[in-house]
């Protein structure tokens, strides 16, 4: 299995949403609504942003937001803060009980 | 809250076997639908998800690494494990523990982490 691929980097300036690719094939994000995606700042541990595709768990800000369409799942952050700057991993159910994680997309508020 | 922490050495010798734990604290390990896994990050890379581990002791493994790779968990002392054996440089990585929120058979994703450690592999 290969890691999802994810776009290296993408930039917004604080108000704007930007979006954040998930490609994978229909043995994994196309094939189960089990995607998830963490936040990672630099020297920190990754948190939980998106599960389930689109479910955000209780204290991540409703800017966040998940979505899937055939083999690529997306992330939005609307209304971009400073602090929404990090890096950014998808995660997909497999098969065969293994999940694999996407390359990381680094974000840049301008 | 709970809180898992890893622990063990940050120096590995190549080919000798790296070894790992994480300390679940303010929960028991056994309480509620969870597995426990372990996740590690080579240096300015993505994450690699290692494995998980069920306190019946079920365990599930990355393919690429599963020849190499033992979890347990001992749950009288709150506890589970990592060993990779043979570890080579490409080892070297920031190790993660998360706890893994189990909502359908396969529907897992990883809802509280640990710090992380550093383990080097160096002669």
């Known amino acids: 299995q290969s890691a999802l691929t994810q776009p290296r980097s993408v930039s917004g300036s604080p108000g704007q949403s930007v979006t954040i690719s998930c490609t994978g094939t229909?043995?994994?994000?196309?094939?189960?609504?089990?995607v998830s995606w963490y936040q990672q700042h630099p020297g920190k541990a990754p948190k939980l942003m998106i599960y389930?595709?689109?479910k955000r768990p209780s204290g991540v800000p409703d800017r966040f937001s998940g979505s899937k369409s055939g083999n690529t799942a997306s992330l939005t952050i609307s209304g971009l803060q400073a602090e929404d700057e990090a890096d950014y991993y998808c995660?997909?159910?497999?098969?065969?009980?293994?999940?694999?994680f996407g390359g990381g997309t680094k974000l840049t508020v301008l | 809250q709970v809180q898992l922490q890893e622990s063990g050495p940050g120096l590995v010798k190549p080919s000798q076997t790296l070894s790992l734990t994480c300390t679940v604290s303010?929960?028991?390990?056994?309480?509620?639908?969870?597995?426990w896994s372990w996740i590690r990050q080579p240096a300015g890379k993505g994450l690699e998800w290692i494995g998980r581990?069920?306190?019946?002791?079920?365990?599930n493994y990355n393919p690429s690494l599963k020849s190499r790779v033992t979890i347990s968990v001992d749950t009288s002392k709150n506890q589970f494990s990592l060993k990779l054996s043979s570890v080579t440089a490409a080892d070297a990585a920031v190790y993660y523990c998360a706890r893994v929120a189990l909502a359908e058979i396969f529907d897992w994703y990883f809802d509280l982490w640990g710090r992380g450690t550093l383990v080097t592999v160096s002669s």
């Open positions: 389930d595709v689109t």
């Open positions: 995660c997909s159910y497999a098969g065969r009980y293994i999940v694999l």
């Open positions: 581990i069920y306190t019946s002791g079920s365990t």
């Open positions: 229909s043995s994994d994000v196309g094939g189960y609504n089990y």
């Open positions: 303010g929960g028991s390990i056994s309480s509620g639908s969870y597995y």
